[in-house]
């Protein structure tokens, strides 16, 4: 009974507190983001998702990652574009200040200066409005009594002030179910047939022409005036809602209505949204001058505003509710939560205390800690046995009763500073305790009585490592992560996973058992690891679609997995099998991508952040979810810039540097958007978080690029393609290497023909060169056996016998046989060894010697280490150079004469040298003809260079007078072993 009437107190004290009404999260753009200006006038979204900005200073595209500009210098007729329209052709048209018109089509603006119609379809002063009707007309009102049509064949047809019609200023176009087309400005109505304007009655006028509102879509028109805000379709007026006064008097600068509920922005006072089923009024970004609102076609809300940019308001956001210090909330920062069987909300703040939220209305607890600068309640833990909630500070554990919380009944302050991480209790009541400075257990007893203190030296202590979290399995074996990774004790026995799974050896934020036996580890930098029974089943990780892989916290609800990590959060559905993640950032309705902890239950996820809670409501999650679209922006070839068609693209073959923009235009999650892409239809998928790719060199070849965008759902959107063919140069053509081939063959065959020519003639010179030496080698027989020689030795021998002296004569008549004999056997020889010749000079000079007697004297230089029979050399090469040297130096001396012939070998080349001290050559000459050589020298000259040009050998001669008197004559012959 007591405890009843505790529980029912606790309810009333807590009803006491009454809070404002929580507001939404917009995000709000400006001049930094990269807006032209924070002057924006209108908002309008194309049939392919851009966001369309007129400002003061030009006019920004925003797909909602970058803010693309265009001023005058990009084309833009004026730099002050009011507002912006798009007709069926897709032709994004720029109404104007100065009423000159401009469009922007397939990434071109058109203009006066590039258009000829244009040049002629000039407005007098600003545009107000664009209209294309069911004809195809392009109808446009100017701001002072002035009206354009282009019709559907390019004709242009203008509709200026006159008496008459002096209502034609700052005209709104629209057309009935019957295509019948109307123009209503705040005083008159026109309908308008065959270009002629009727007059028709206006019943209720609205307050401006911003209070003007043509659904297209629904061919109807809404206007507000002071009465409220009507609906007219087929000549019917309907009375929708009342309109505040305040928002009257403060000025409604456009309006935007729904099924069930009307947005009016206004000048001065933000937005204010009315509910038309109850007529609830809530004002949104209070004192803001808004000046348009539109809801695009994914559901988000945007607003912009002339003193504050732009805002955007996610469909998703609109499912959060946000409780901040403005809601009574004692601390913004939250770190952590839990729900007790009475469906309260735990709060442990920032600030050391404890608040409690039922209701939507929050209560704040004194825990009485010792005030300090930062203190946070990290952790809460509802003991629904004993009704009691246990919490954990940095040097703080306590436990107070959730019937009555004003008191703890725990405390525990250690005189260490333990810097407390986490605890958690087994079901046997057993504590566990992470600490800065170990693991500890302890179990608590007695917890009725109050104010039980806890002894540091009640707690056991199983290491002295760093400790980050603690946590039961179902089967109350304790998990644990250290500086070195996982851990479990299991039989009192400890189990290591770091060194056999490396995302397990990272450092392990948060772990969390399911009543499934499945555990969830929450890592720092490798995602969150799911294991069972020991085992590790799945790694999920940014690859498949995680905010981050730096992940605070994981819980499991209804095979549902929730992650907190360092960039918002994400739910996964489906997390052992085909994995679907959405995430949940500031752009989508958090608070903050801080999140601390997390509670979820049937209907609602509550999350902890540094700036509040958020309740996010899971029934009322979007589920209208669009394919994210892909759009090209930019091709560049070679650093030209081609334009992008659904034709065939043709790139000469130098042109294979490729490099292609394009963007997905999400604006819950932009900076969250992975593409895939392929270059072929036959190859797989690549992602990536870029939105460029660049082909630095294509070969040859067909390809057709297809992109696709993967949403926060999970979801791939449909292909774009861009088909490209990379022409194939010349040289690699078919034609050209047949060309290349018959050349080839050809040139092969001509240089084979002039080889065979040259062969012809070489072998033809060869002949005749080989019978030219077999002459010469004749001649030089001829030359050394010559009938003045053999007169001479033989009128010698007869001299010998006559004069008695028969063994000079015997000796002479001997060595002249020898001498016959030895030109016998080398007649027929081209070659004769060194050996040889040397042999035939020596009976040579021999003879030459008896014959005159002391006249001369010879000698011979040979090497001793030369094997005179291994070198060959011409035959009949030294005696023509030896007989000269006799007949023509020493012969015409009157003295006794010498000769000395050397023979030496240095490495592959041998010299001779006949070296004489007769008259020299030179004198010789100038007793004789001028045409005189010896025949001899001569024959064996031309032999020499003959037997060079058919060997390649380098023979030579060279023959000098001294300048003692003599000659000297050396031969080197080249040879090889």
């Excluded at 790694?539 to 916290?553: H, R």
Aim: aromatic residues 12%; glycine residues 6%; neutral net charge.
């Amino acid at each position: 009974m007591m405890r009843k009437w505790l529980i029912l107190f606790f309810i009333i004290f807590l009803f006491c507190f009454i809070s404002k009404a929580q507001t939404l999260q917009f995000k709000n753009f400006n001049t930094s983001d990269g807006l032209l200006s924070a002057s924006v006038y209108d908002i309008f979204q194309d049939r392919k998702g851009f966001i369309w900005l007129p400002t003061a200073n030009g006019v920004n595209r925003f797909d909602g990652k970058t803010f693309e500009s265009f001023t005058t210098e990009n084309g833009l007729a004026d730099i002050e574009i009011l507002e912006i329209k798009e007709d069926l052709e897709g032709r994004v048209w720029f109404l104007s200040f100065n009423g000159k018109l401009s469009y922007f089509l397939d990434g071109k603006i058109y203009n006066p200066d590039n258009n000829s119609l244009l040049k002629k379809a000039v407005l007098h002063s600003n545009v107000v409005d664009f209209y294309e009707d069911s004809r195809h007309n392009l109808w446009f009102s100017a701001g002072f009594a002035e009206v354009m049509c282009i019709t559907s064949d390019n004709h242009i047809k203008y509709f200026k002030y006159d008496d008459r019609k002096a209502g034609l200023s700052s005209l709104i176009f629209y057309e009935d179910d019957f295509k019948n087309l109307y123009a209503i400005n705040k005083g008159s109505l026109y309908q308008i047939k065959d270009f002629k304007f009727y007059l028709k009655p206006l019943p209720e006028k609205p307050l401006s022409n911003k209070c003007i509102l043509v659904d297209k879509k629904n061919n109807s028109l809404f206007i507000i005036n002071k009465n409220g805000l009507y609906k007219f379709q087929n000549e019917k007026e309907t009375l929708i809602c009342k309109i505040p006064l305040d928002a009257i008097d403060k000025g409604i600068s456009s309006f935007m209505v729904e099924n069930d509920s009307v947005w009016l922005t206004i000048l001065g006072n933000g937005i204010k949204k009315i509910d038309l089923n109850n007529g609830n009024e809530i004002t949104y970004l209070e004192s803001k001058y808004a000046s348009s609102i539109i809801r695009d076609v994914r559901k988000n809300i945007w607003i912009s505003t002339i003193d504050n940019g732009l805002y955007l308001l996610s469909k998703l956001a609109t499912n959060f509710t946000h409780f901040t210090s403005q809601d009574l909330l004692s601390s913004e920062g939250v770190y952590s939560l839990i729900k007790d069987d009475q469906d309260r909300i735990w709060l442990g703040l920032r600030n050391g205390q404890i608040d409690v939220l039922f209701n939507d209305k929050p209560t704040v607890i004194d825990l009485k800690l010792e005030p300090l600068l930062y203190n946070p309640i990290k952790k809460l833990w509802f003991d629904k046995n004993n009704n009691n909630i246990w919490f954990m500070s940095e040097g703080w554990i306590g436990s107070l009763n959730s019937l009555n919380p004003q008191r703890p009944i725990v405390n525990f302050k250690s005189s260490k500073n333990l810097s407390l991480k986490s605890f958690d209790f087994s079901s046997a009541g057993e504590m566990s305790l992470a600490t800065a400075n170990g693991l500890y257990f302890f179990k608590p007893k007695n917890l009725d009585q109050k104010n039980i203190v806890l002894n540091l030296d009640s707690f056991k202590q199983i290491n002295g490592l760093r400790t980050f979290s603690v946590a039961y399995d179902v089967h109350d074996h304790l998990w644990f992560s250290q500086l070195d990774g996982l851990h479990i004790i299991k039989n009192n026995k400890i189990y290591s996973f770091s060194k056999k799974i490396k995302a397990l050896s990272d450092r392990i934020v948060d772990i969390y058992c399911d009543e499934n036996g499945l555990t969830y580890a929450s890592t720092s930098s490798h995602g969150v690891c799911i294991l069972k029974d020991n085992k590790i089943l799945k790694v999920i990780t940014t690859k498949d679609g995680l905010n981050s892989n730096n992940c605070i916290k994981t819980i499991n609800y209804n095979d549902e997995l929730w992650v907190l990590n360092s960039n918002g959060v994400n739910k996964i559905t489906d997390p052992l099998g085909k994995i679907k993640i959405t995430g949940y950032t500031i752009n989508n309705g958090l608070l903050s991508n801080e999140v601390n902890d997390i509670i979820v239950d049937e209907n609602f996820v509550y999350l902890a952040t540094n700036k509040g809670l958020t309740r996010l409501n899971k029934k009322e999650e979007e589920t209208y979810r669009p394919d994210l679209p892909v759009y090209f922006k930019k091709l560049v070839v070679s650093g030209k810039e081609y334009k992008i068609t659904n034709d065939l693209i043709y790139l000469a073959p130098k042109d294979n540097n490729i490099q292609i923009s394009f963007t997905a235009i999400n604006y819950e999650n932009p900076n969250g958007v992975i593409f895939g892409y392929r270059i072929k239809s036959s190859d797989n998928w690549i992602e990536t978080p870029n939105s460029y790719l660049e082909f630095a060199s294509l070969e040859p070849g067909n390809y057709t690029i297809q992109i696709r965008a993967k949403d926060l759902y999970g979801n791939w959107g449909k292909n774009i393609e861009l088909k490209v063919k990379v022409g194939t140069p010349f040289y690699d053509t078919a034609w050209f290497l047949m060309l290349i081939i018959t050349l080839i063959i050809g040139l092969a065959l001509l240089i084979y023909n002039q080889y065979l020519k040259r062969k012809r003639i070489i072998e033809d010179q060869k002949i005749r060169n080989q019978s030219k030496i077999i002459a010469l080698e004749q001649q030089a027989l001829q030359a050394m056996m010559n009938p003045h020689f053999i007169f001479n030795v033989m009128n010698s021998i007869q001299y010998f016998i006559n004069t008695q002296d028969k063994k000079t004569a015997n000796k002479l008549l001997t060595g002249f046989a020898r001498l016959i004999r030895k030109n016998m056997d080398i007649v027929n020889k081209g070659q004769i060894s060194l050996f040889e010749e040397v042999e035939y000079l020596k009976l040579y000079l021999q003879l030459e010697s008896l014959r005159f007697g002391k006249k001369m004297n010879y000698e011979f230089d040979i090497d001793e280490w030369i094997e005179l029979e291994d070198i060959m050399i011409p035959s009949m090469l030294i005696q023509p150079f030896v007989e000269n040297s006799i007949w023509h130096g020493i012969m015409p001396k009157d003295e006794k004469g010498n000769i000395k012939i050397s023979i030496h070998q240095n490495f592959q080349l041998v010299k001779i040298t006949i070296d004489d001290d007769g008259i020299g050559i030179d004198n010789s000459l100038k007793t004789k003809n001028d045409e005189y050589i010896s025949r001899g020298m001569k024959i064996t000259q031309e032999r020499i260079s003959l037997i060079n040009q058919l060997s390649g050998t380098e023979m030579n001669i060279q023959i000098e007078q001294k300048k003692e008197g003599g000659t000297i004559v050396r031969i080197n012959i080249p040879f090889s072993d």
